[in-house]
């Protein structure tokens, strides 16, 4: 892709468990290739698991606070949550059904990658902004342990709604068991 071609409109998805300081670097890479960008929130329809403590309620709450406090422009943006299907395949023709008309996507993912391109979309991969270190996974980890240094990888007011709704006693508890 030229660097001054600009799409009309991409999907950026994700699980976004939490939304971190990595994903606000990609949403300000893509705004600057894109009109407009739709956050996907995937696998909407689960929560309070390991893997995915928040729900899609809270994700959307996170990631439209996180953009504000990063001055995104939210006339540019769209938050979007879709419930999972188990067909890899035509899951960029289902994402349709659910969000405005798109040209692209973007994303890392060589999964994610590879059904856009056979779905016939344009992709945008986008640097991996320190990917090593912005991880949910590694972000969960550090929650269930007590380190507080996951704290840094989000964006503060990302902190503050984990806490709000006590957020790392949910990922603790869910190792619990009986």
Do not use: C
């Amino acid at each position: 892709m030229d660097s001054n071609t600009k799409y009309k409109r991409a999907v950026f998805p994700g699980r976004f468990q939490p939304f971190h300081m990595g994903h606000l670097e990609v949403v300000k890479w893509a705004l600057e290739r894109v009109e407009e960008l739709i956050i996907v929130i995937g696998t909407a329809q689960e929560s309070h698991t390991v893997v995915n403590p928040f729900t899609a309620g809270e994700r959307m709450h996170m990631i439209r606070e996180a953009l504000k406090w990063g001055k995104i422009d939210l006339g540019r943006i769209y938050i979007i949550p879709v419930p999972d299907i188990l067909m890899n395949s035509v899951w960029p023709h289902y994402l349709k059904l659910f969000t405005p008309p798109f040209e692209a996507s973007v994303s890392r993912n060589p999964l994610v990658i590879r059904l856009f391109k056979e779905a016939g979309f344009e992709v945008l991969i986008p640097p991996a902004f320190g990917r090593e270190i912005y991880s949910s996974t590694r972000i969960r980890k550090m929650m269930m342990s007590g380190d507080e240094k996951w704290r840094e990888l989000v964006p503060p007011v990302v902190a503050e709604i984990i806490d709000s709704i006590d957020g790392v006693s949910r990922i603790r508890s869910l190792l619990g068991g009986d």
